[in-house]
């Protein structure tokens, strides 16, 4: 199934001015690609660098969408995600406004309702951010 043309807000429960995911790029069953610009009316841009907590926000945000193209894959509908856990998270540089944010998502482990993944989330060919993310669904 192609996600590329799927609305964001068909995969994820966050609507504006909150949505920190523009499309997925790619979507399996363990391993999925999002991107997203930084813009101007983002909530989390100070003085031009989105912090650090909008691209925590933008990989959770990547692991939910990745989430709903599964439930959508299996006709079913779209959970809510819960971030449980974050470990191992390495801000190395903010964002600027206009650069594009490709978050990369590996899926370590599932059991249940629970997913562990290992994010990454980079600018051009430069890691800007890394961290392992528990997160619950509802039913």
């Known amino acids: 199934m192609q996600f590329q043309d799927v609305p964001i807000t068909q995969l994820i429960p966050q609507r504006p001015p909150f949505v920190m995911v523009d499309r997925i790029v790619s979507c399996d069953v363990t391993d999925a690609v999002a991107e997203f610009t930084v813009r101007e009316d983002n909530i989390f841009l100070d003085d031009m660098l989105l912090s650090p907590a909008g691209i925590i926000e933008n990989m959770a945000q990547s692991c ?3 989430m709903g193209c599964i439930s959508m ?3 079913e509908s779209i959970k809510i995600g819960y ?3 974050i470990r191992n998270c390495i801000v190395n540089r903010q964002p600027r406004l206009g650069e594009i ?3 990369y998502i590996h899926v370590v482990e599932e059991v249940f309702n629970l997913t562990l993944a290992e994010v990454k989330t980079m600018c051009d060919d430069e890691v800007i951010a890394t961290a392992r993310m528990k997160i619950a669904l509802t039913d």
């Open 64 to 66: 939910a969408a990745r």
């Open 73 to 75: 894959m299996g006709n």
């Open 83 to 85: 971030i449980g856990d």
């Open 101 to 103: 944010l490709t978050t």
